[in-house]
């Protein structure tokens, strides 16, 4: 069984997330091949030589990737992947971007959000926001999936020292978009869906001001900052600290949550958290229901005496 994985990257650094889908991939085969696609990539054709034991890395290094759009680069990877039998990709932003249009063009089903592998064509995946669990199977003849990476350990760095690198020569305009302009936040914060403490505030919080004081408490413990679709929507946080559903899924060792009533939308994304921790005013929040600790009071009061004792410590 022959599989491709699409790595993810920012044409400098591979983004962890790749770990945890190679971990996915060889519970089925040890013949995997990466691909890199993207512009200049030299760093990352570097690291990815240093840390995955893959038969060969694909290498599709053009401008017309440099900002790996949809566009053409589910064409690209819908030609390469009639030579295997599985796709795999994590289940991030990027990954749900391009590979459900690279299975349409390839006219087979896309498999997103795997959390279980149980053969090579049956896996498990969450539906109605996390509150069932479905088991798919599928007869493609060529499987694509996204893989949930918190339901993954990472795999640890390896190198294949006879691992082949390839020039894809193909390039594949793209003549449906343009490539605009980036604003990135800039954050001495970890990344969400990597760090191991993630304190989340909810429209609980009441102001964008409120919530600088969370972030405050989380720089203190050297967290990462989450929230609620609802206090995103209220624009107390920025779209890209949205945690749940529609935003970035975690599996912190440690998530607080602050002023979150606890919607299915949001346990969705953080529910696999190893412990919770909640403080609502509101005793009956359904937060407390999946928390492992709940403190019932104003968060404006209990948060200093909390941020207290954790410097005591």
């Known amino acids: 069984m022959k599989i491709l994985l699409l790595i993810e990257h920012d044409n ?6 790749n770990f945890h889908v190679f971990s996915a991939a060889k519970q089925l085969s040890d013949t995997i091949d990466i691909l890199i696609a993207g512009h200049p990539c030299d760093s990352v054709i570097e690291s990815a030589q240093k840390s995955f034991p893959v038969q060969r890395i694909r290498v599709a290094d053009a401008i017309e ?3 790996q759009l949809a566009e053409n680069m589910a064409p690209l990877i819908a030609e390469l992947a009639k030579e295997y039998d599985m796709v795999f990709t994590a289940a991030t932003t990027f990954g749900k971007n391009i590979l459900p249009r690279a299975a349409a063009l390839l006219n087979i089903a896309m498999i997103s959000d795997v959390i279980k592998i149980i053969s090579a064509d049956t896996f498990i995946r969450p539906i109605y926001a996390g509150n069932a669990l479905t088991t798919v199977k599928s007869r493609d003849n060529i499987k694509m999936l996204t893989i949930r990476t918190t339901a993954f350990p990472a795999a640890p760095a390896m ?3 006879n691992v082949i690198i390839e020039k894809i020569e193909h390039v594949i305009p793209d003549s449906l978009s343009e490539w605009v302009h980036e604003e ?3 954050s001495a914060r970890p990344e969400l869906t990597d760090a191991r403490i993630v304190v ?3 429209r609980g919080l009441k102001s964008a001001e409120h919530f600088k004081q969370l972030e405050a408490f989380a720089d203190s413990m050297g967290a990462a900052v989450g929230a609620s679709r609802a206090a995103v929507d209220a624009g107390l946080a920025p779209n890209d600290y949205q945690v749940g ?3 970035k899924v975690v599996a912190p060792d440690l998530y607080i949550a602050i002023g979150i009533s606890g919607a299915i939308q949001h346990i969705a994304g953080m ?5 919770i921790v909640a403080i609502n005013n509101d005793p009956d929040a359904p937060i407390f229901q999946i928390a492992d600790y709940g403190l019932v009071g104003d968060w404006f009061t209990i948060l200093p005496e909390l941020q207290k004792e954790i410097k005591c410590d």
Not at 12 to 17: E, F, N, Q, Y
Not at 271 to 275: F, G
Request: zero cysteines; charged letters at 20%; glycine letters at 12%.
């Open 271 to 275: 529910k696999d958290s190893k412990v």
């Open 245 to 247: 559903q529609t935003g």
């Open 184 to 186: 990135l936040t800039v």
């Open 65 to 67: 990737y440099q900002h």
């Open 159 to 161: 190198r294949n020292p």
């Open 12 to 17: 400098t650094v591979l983004k962890s997330a």
């Open 200 to 202: 989340s505030g909810g």
